[in-house]
């Protein structure tokens, strides 16, 4: 069972459009949830942690469901420099915070 | 803005020679770790280190590889006889402390080849 899983995409969206992703995680003892993007052939870079209550940050919104082992990011008014992959990470449980990453949801916005 | 630094940004070696991969984490994180990315596939977990000693390890990190922190500021990634498959991205990263989640801060990584 893949320990992170999400629609590799793409989504294509006209600039503007509204975007949701999500991810589904197996390990439910999971504590820390995270949303990094990723440009073609760049570092993974921190987008925003996920809390259980859910957090917004200018237009992105994050959402995690504890109990369906599920996390959500919310794109509002996409900007063509949205464009990138979306990585779900979660934390591996015990000691040192290692990161499980998802395979990424390509996002292509166009104008 | 503190930033984590790689070098080189692109390295290319023969099969079976040992390659040294060099990072300057942030400098006042703790937590080291290093990840790699074969093209076209996702981020895997190798190692972290904390402490002057290696606190996690992947199955991926095996007796080919090896980590060090030589100094107060480097810390770097050998990869001993290496093999076409470990050709990926191998990106360091750091984080300040555990409490505050792995709130990791990836290098712009370091391009490995192996032909």
């Known amino acids: 069972r893949k320990e992170v899983e999400q629609d590799p995409g793409p989504f294509n969206v006209p600039e503007g459009a509204t975007v949701a992703f999500n991810c589904t995680y197996s390990?439910?003892?999971?504590?820390?949830f995270f949303w990094y993007r990723q440009d073609c052939r760049k570092e993974p870079k921190l987008l925003m942690s996920v809390y259980s209550s859910g957090n917004e940050d200018g237009r992105f919104t994050a959402q995690l469901n504890r109990a369906s082992q599920y996390i959500s990011l919310l794109i509002r008014d996409s900007k063509l420099s949205d464009s990138a992959t979306y990585l779900c990470?979660?934390?591996?449980?015990?000691?040192?915070?290692?990161?499980?990453f998802g395979k990424g949801t390509m996002l292509l916005v166009s104008p | 803005e503190p930033e984590v630094t790689q070098t080189p940004s692109h390295q290319v070696t023969q099969m079976g020679q040992e390659v040294i991969l060099r990072c300057v984490p942030i400098s006042n994180h703790l937590y080291f770790y290093w990840y790699r990315q074969i093209l076209g596939q996702k981020v895997e977990f190798l190692v972290s280190f904390y402490n002057n000693e290696i606190s996690e390890k992947s199955e991926i990190f095996d007796d080919q590889f090896s980590v060090e922190r030589p100094d107060g500021s480097n810390f770097t990634l050998k990869i001993r006889s290496t093999k076409l498959e470990d050709s990926a991205m191998y990106f360091c990263?750091?984080?300040?402390?555990?409490?505050?989640?792995?709130?990791?801060?990836f290098g712009q990584g370091t391009r490995l080849t192996v032909v």
């Open positions: 390990n439910s003892a999971s504590q820390s």
């Open positions: 990263a750091s984080s300040e402390a555990r409490d505050r989640g792995p709130e990791a801060f």
């Open positions: 990470v979660v934390n591996s449980v015990g000691g040192y915070s290692t990161l499980t």
